[in-house]
């Protein structure tokens, strides 16, 4: 009895550190919660949930970091009377160190007492990238399927209408050859709209390789400060250390040319703001329908600008064609930017509020990691 009690005394710390290690291992937050509502453990992703460190949360009230009127409270009421584990999609979580992020919380008690609750907060974004992309390749899609169509059904009427009207013009009065110059103009633009749309219909070059993403934010960002971003202050938080990117250069910067345009649009004359930052994230791993195997994408880079902000309304149909916030745009821009990051079997989303819109794309690194300089 004396060996065994000395022996559980021993491996009681081992055992403690191995479980808290393979909580902190663990991506998704988890957090128990001790019989008066107060924090008793985090693991290090609920540490970086809540933007404080353990020993600030342990022992303080789980209102301080979370509104009393969160269905969370609801939840862990729930599975204190019952002892039944349960979950609930599509939480909001709201407070002022946590910007309205949607979760799916699972809540349980641990062991055969209720005393104690432990929660997991399951964040939603991995899932809406998958759907996000999957919408914007359907979209590339249909607006290839239509350009295709268009051009077909539309240009060839189109010049004829065109021409009549240029040769009824030198019959007509001074009146009669505003309505044909009118004419010529609404034929022309819309050629060029259907022009501009002939760029979904082509494939991802093959001519993919090591790109320097440094490299192609730098050109991107010489170009709008030398033309439509004069107004703006450029800020750059650069991880150096970022392998190479799976990529073709000129896609790439067209890509991050068209956010910072709609980033230097959005901003205001005065204090405009826009923000480019990269960073190399470990473990971040997609499982996209169509694809055997899991898309490894670590490397992060942000487009951010202190703008108005995206109306809620627009929510995920932004990267659709002809969906534009700007008067008198196409609405083709960001159709643009899913195409081409889709291509490069990469993900884009983006997050927005009053004085804050961060477009987030992701991409694979080269399988050689080198740089191509």
Same mark, same amino acid.
């Given at each position: 009895?004396?060996?065994?009690?000395?022996?559980?005394?021993?491996?009681?710390?081992?055992?403690?550190?191995?479980?808290?290690?393979?909580?902190?291992?663990?991506?998704?937050?988890?957090?128990v919660v001790a019989p008066a509502a107060e924090i008793?453990?985090?693991?290090?992703?609920?540490?970086?949930?809540?933007?404080?460190?353990?020993?600030?949360?342990?022992?303080?009230?789980?209102?301080?970091?979370?509104?009393?009127?969160?269905?969370?409270?609801?939840?862990?009421?729930?599975?204190?009377?019952?002892?039944?584990?349960?979950?609930?999609?599509?939480?909001?979580?709201?407070?002022?160190?946590?910007?309205?992020?949607?979760?799916?919380?699972?809540?349980?008690?641990?062991?055969?007492?209720?005393?104690?609750?432990?929660?997991?907060?399951?964040?939603?974004?991995?899932?809406?990238?998958?759907?996000?992309?999957?919408?914007?390749?359907?979209?590339?899609?249909s607006i290839t399927a239509m350009a295709a169509m268009?051009?077909?059904?539309?240009?060839?009427?189109?010049?004829?209408?065109?021409?009549?009207?240029?040769?009824?013009?030198?019959?007509?009065?001074?009146?009669?050859?505003?309505?044909?110059?009118?004419?010529?103009?609404?034929?022309?633009?819309?050629?060029?709209?259907?022009?501009?749309?002939?760029?979904?219909?082509?494939?991802?070059?093959?001519?993919?390789?090591?790109?320097?993403?440094?490299?192609?934010?730098?050109?991107?960002?010489?170009?709008?400060?030398?033309?439509?971003?004069?107004?703006?202050?450029?800020?750059?938080?650069?991880?150096?250390?970022?392998p190479a990117v799976l990529g073709n250069r000129d896609?790439?910067?067209?890509?991050?040319?068209?956010?910072?345009?709609?980033?230097?649009?959005?901003?205001?004359?005065?204090?405009?703001?826009?923000?480019?930052?990269?960073?190399?994230?470990?473990?971040?791993?997609?499982?996209?329908?169509?694809?055997?195997?899991?898309?490894?994408?670590?490397?992060?880079?942000?487009?951010?600008?202190?703008?108005?902000?995206?109306?809620?309304?627009?929510? @995920? +149909?932004?990267?659709?064609?002809?969906? &534009?916030?700007? =008067? !008198?745009? /196409?609405?083709?821009?960001?159709? #643009?930017?899913?195409?081409?990051?889709? @291509? +490069?079997?990469?993900?884009?989303?983006? &997050?927005?509020? =009053? !004085?804050? /819109?961060?477009?987030?794309?992701? #991409?694979?690194?080269?399988?050689?990691?080198?740089?191509?300089?």
């Amino acid at each position: 009895m004396a060996r065994a009690a000395i022996s559980e005394a021993v491996t009681a710390p081992i055992q403690e550190q191995a479980t808290r290690a393979i909580l902190d291992a663990l991506p998704l937050p988890v957090v128990v919660v001790a019989p008066a509502a107060e924090i008793a453990f985090v693991n290090m992703a609920a540490e970086q949930f809540f933007g404080v460190g353990a020993n600030h949360l342990d022992g303080r009230g789980l209102s301080e970091f979370i509104p009393q009127d969160s269905p969370i409270f609801d939840l862990i009421d729930h599975v204190r009377a019952t002892g039944a584990t349960v979950a609930e999609y599509e939480i909001t979580l709201e407070s002022p160190r946590i910007k309205g992020r949607p979760v799916t919380i699972q809540v349980a008690p641990m062991g055969d007492s209720a005393n104690n609750i432990v929660f997991v907060i399951q964040e939603q974004s991995i899932a809406r990238r998958i759907g996000r992309q999957l919408g914007h390749r359907g979209a590339a899609r249909s607006i290839t399927a239509m350009a295709a169509m268009l051009a077909h059904e539309v240009k060839n009427p189109l010049s004829g209408i065109r021409g009549a009207a240029q040769l009824l013009e030198g019959e007509l009065d001074e009146g009669g050859r505003r309505l044909t110059t009118l004419i010529c103009n609404e034929t022309d633009r819309i050629c060029a709209l259907l022009d501009r749309m002939d760029v979904f219909d082509l494939p991802i070059p093959a001519d993919r390789d090591s790109t320097n993403i440094y490299r192609v934010l730098e050109y991107a960002r010489q170009v709008a400060e030398s033309g439509f971003a004069r107004h703006v202050r450029f800020t750059e938080s650069y991880d150096p250390s970022l392998p190479a990117v799976l990529g073709n250069r000129d896609l790439l910067i067209q890509v991050f040319l068209n956010l910072i345009k709609n980033a230097a649009e959005a901003v205001p004359k005065v204090g405009g703001e826009i923000g480019l930052a990269t960073a190399y994230r470990h473990g971040v791993r997609l499982a996209v329908p169509g694809r055997g195997s899991r898309v490894h994408l670590p490397l992060l880079v942000t487009v951010s600008d202190n703008g108005s902000g995206i109306p809620p309304d627009f929510g @995920d +149909h932004l990267f659709d064609p002809f969906i &534009t916030t700007k =008067p !008198g745009g /196409t609405g083709l821009g960001l159709a #643009l930017v899913g195409k081409i990051i889709n @291509d +490069h079997g990469g993900v884009v989303e983006y &997050t927005s509020e =009053p !004085g804050k /819109t961060v477009f987030k794309i992701m #991409l694979p690194v080269h399988p050689d990691g080198t740089v191509d300089e």
